[in-house]
């Protein structure tokens, strides 16, 4: 059975850091771009950092250019999203996705497998 479970998530005061993984089981992530997406209450899925197969290349939504990092480790099969500078408004429930055409973007339409989320919360 092909799943992704996230963690990571939790409570963290404005300016503050965490890192939340996406971690595979049933496949191999090698082959797949692996998203981070979030979604606050009241709004729509938003599309937060992206990651190629071979972790070569990276994608990040303006918001969190410069604060967040996106990692992999295939050997662990495993995805990383570092996030520092924390913002109230990075509050959300935070998903990874698997996309098996590896297109590359942010749109979550393109992604096949998901992780069930993770929440954060930015408060203090």
């Known amino acids: 059975q092909l799943q992704l479970v996230e963690s990571g998530g939790g409570l963290v005061q404005p300016g503050g850091s965490l890192r939340l993984s996406c971690a595979a089981s049933g496949f191999t992530l090698d082959y797949y771009v692996i998203g981070w997406f979030r979604q606050a209450p009241g709004k729509e899925r938003e599309g937060v950092s992206c990651i190629s197969s071979s972790g070569g290349s990276t994608n990040y939504a303006d918001s969190v250019k410069g604060r967040f990092t996106i990692s992999r480790d295939n050997a662990k099969n495993t995805v990383y999203l570092q996030m520092n500078s924390l913002k109230a408004e990075d509050t959300a429930v935070y998903y990874c996705?698997?996309?098996?055409?590896?297109?590359?973007?942010?749109?979550?339409?393109?992604?096949?497998?998901w992780g069930q989320g993770t929440q954060v919360t930015v408060s203090s």
């Open positions: 996705a698997a996309d098996s055409l590896r297109g590359g973007s942010l749109d979550a339409r393109e992604y096949d497998y």
